[in-house]
C-alpha cells in the first residue's frame, strides 16, 4: 500500500491570511493604560493589540515601535467596548465582559482573570455589548447592548447588582453625569434615556428624532454616539449631532454635518466627533466648524483622548474605525503617524 504523500503548504500563505485579515479589519474598541504609556485595541476579529504609545512617540522611534507589543485572542467575535480601571483592562464581544490584568499582559501573559456573563432572559440569548461605562464612586460596571437594557455589576463581587429596563431597541452607548449619579444611554429606538443610580429610575426620556430641527428620516432614528458635560448633552447618528441643554430638554445647537457620527466626547471649549468618512471634526458649541483632520480610515468608530496626569509626555488623541490602523493626533490640528495590527 503507498504511502499517502503529506501536501506541500504553499509559501506564504500565513502572510497571504494575515495580509487579507488587516484588509477587512474594522476596530472597534480602544482603552489606554492606567498608566498612559499604553494603548489597547480591539477589532473585529476578537483580537487585542497592545500598543506602546511611550515608543512611537520617542524621538527614537523606528516602524517597528508602530507595531503591538502584544496581540492575542481575546474574545470569539468582535471587541466591541473596552475600558481601562486602575489594575485592569475590560473587553466586551458577544454576551461577555473578559477581565485582564495589564501587568500581566505588559509582560504578555494574556490570560484572563475573570469573565461574567449578565443574567440574559433565556439560556440562548447571546446579545452583543456594545458599550461599557465605569461608575468609580460605586466602583461599579455598567454594560448595555443587544439585549436592550442596561446591566451593573459590582466590580469588587463581580455580581450584578441591578437591570434597567427602558429601551425597545438595543442599545449602542452609555455617559455618565459625574456630578450626579446618573447615566445617558442612547440606541436603536431614537431615544436618549437618563437613568438615576440610586433610584435605579429612568427620570428623563428625550425622543431626538421626533424634534424637527434634529430629524433626519433617510438616514433612520438610531443614536450611535453621545457624550455629557454637566447639563449639557451631545448626542447624534441618524438624527443629526445635536448639543441639548439637559435641565429643559432643549437642542440649542444643530451641527452642520451631513455624515452619521458614530463618536463624540467633549474636550476643554471644543467638541470632537467622527463616524461616515475619514476626518475627525472639531466643532465650536456654537456650531462652528473649526477644522476637519484627515485620518487614514475611511470611517471612523472610536476616538480616544489620553489625559492620564501621570505620563503628559504621551498626551494625544487617537482615532481608529473601518481599517487596521489608529491615527494617533499629537495635537488637534494634524495626524501625526499610525499604529498597526
Known amino acids: 500500500m503507498e504511502r499517502a504523500v503529506p501536501l506541500a503548504v504553499p509559501l506564504g500563505q500565513t502572510e497571504v491570511f494575515q495580509a487579507l485579515q488587516r484588509l477587512h479589519m474594522t476596530i472597534f474598541s480602544q482603552s489606554v493604560s492606567p498608566c498612559g504609556k499604553f494603548l489597547a485595541a480591539g477589532n473585529n476579529y ?35 467596548s473596552m475600558v481601562s480601571t486602575d489594575r485592569h483592562l ?9 477581565a485582564w490584568l495589564w501587568a500581566e499582559m505588559l509582560k504578555k501573559g494574556c490570560k484572563e482573570l475573570w469573565r461574567r456573563q449578565p443574567p440574559y432572559r433565556t439560556s440562548l440569548e447571546v446579545p452583543e455589548i456594545n458599550a461599557l461605562l465605569l461608575v468609580p464612586k460605586e466602583n461599579s460596571l455598567i ?15 463581580g455580581t450584578f447588582t441591578r437591570v434597567l429596563r427602558g429601551h425597545t431597541d438595543y442599545i449602542h ?14 440606541g436603536e429606538d431614537g431615544a436618549v434615556r437618563l437613568w438615576d443610580l440610586r433610584t435605579a429610575k429612568e427620570v428623563q426620556t428625550i425622543e431626538v428624532y421626533k424634534h ?27 438624527p443629526a449631532l445635536t448639543l441639548w441643554h439637559l435641565r429643559s430638554s432643549t437642542p440649542t445647537t444643530v451641527f452642520p454635518i451631513r455624515a452619521p457620527q458614530k463618536h463624540v466626547t467633549f474636550y476643554q471649549d471644543l467638541i470632537l466627533s467622527a463616524g461616515q468618512g475619514r476626518c475627525v471634526n472639531q466643532w465650536q458649541l456654537s ?14 468608530l472610536s476616538l480616544s483622548l489620553n489625559q492620564q496626569p501621570a505620563a503628559p509626555e504621551c498626551k494625544v488623541l487617537t482615532a481608529a474605525g473601518n481599517s ?12 501625526a503617524f499610525s499604529l498597526s495590527f
Open 212 to 238: 424637527e430641527e434634529c430629524s433626519r428620516p433617510h438616514n433612520g432614528r438610531w443614536i450611535g454616539c453621545l457624550a455629557t458635560d454637566s447639563d449639557w448633552m451631545v448626542c447624534g447618528g441618524g
Open 173 to 186: 452607548c452609555l455617559a455618565l453625569r459625574e456630578r450626579s449619579p446618573e447615566v445617558l444611554s442612547g
Open 90 to 98: 475590560l473587553s466586551a464581544g458577544d454576551g461577555e465582559v473578559k
Open 143 to 157: 454594560l448595555a447592548g443587544g439585549d436592550c437594557q442596561l446591566h451593573t455589576m459590582d466590580l469588587e463581587t
Open 287 to 300: 456650531g462652528e466648524l473649526k477644522a476637519q483632520v484627515p485620518g487614514s480610515s475611511p470611517g471612523l
Open 46 to 80: 476578537g483580537q487585542i493589540a497592545i500598543f506602546s504609545l511611550s515608543a512611537a512617540l520617542s524621538s527614537e522611534a523606528k516602524e517597528e515601535s508602530k507595531k503591538p507589543v502584544v496581540t492575542f485572542q481575546a474574545h470569539d467575535g468582535p471587541v466591541y
Open 324 to 335: 487596521c490602523r489608529v491615527d494617533v493626533f499629537t495635537n488637534l490640528g494634524y495626524r
